[in-house]
């Protein structure tokens, strides 16, 4: 896994809060895209690795949400609630995942993100 040297430690503590913010969506609404949006706008500028971790937090919450948008009228045949909770747990574990990696300066790319901020 490609490692990222000479990361500061509050770099690697913001990187880290990018992805971790996605959780406050648990507590209030849109709190998953509001969250990591704070975050990154706040401390975008002053690091390249803030910047990369949070805009792949904020693709991967934004698609996240687009596809339950999406499946949500597959509900009404049942086919839609075991895809609804199959995202449920991969925003999970993804987010887990790339808060543990962050810190430690290793990439994570999130499987299924749409690349909307560049």
Not at 61 to 71: A, H, K, N, R, T
Not at 72 to 82: R, S
């Amino acid at each position: 896994m490609e490692e990222v040297k000479g990361l500061s430690e509050s770099e690697r503590n913001w990187a880290m809060l990018c992805h971790l913010s996605a959780f406050a969506g648990f507590f209030f609404p849109f709190g998953s895209i509001i969250g990591p949006l704070i975050c990154w706008l706040s401390r975008k500028d002053e690091s390249a690795w803030i910047d990369e971790n949070g805009k792949a937090a904020m693709n991967f919450q934004i698609s996240i949400l687009l596809y339950i948008i999406l499946v949500i009228p597959l509900c009404f045949i049942l086919v839609g609630i075991p895809i609804i909770i199959f995202l449920g747990v991969l925003k999970i574990v993804c987010i887990i995942i790339a808060s543990i990696k962050a810190p430690k300066g290793e990439k994570f790319k999130y499987p299924m993100a749409i690349p909307f901020i560049q």
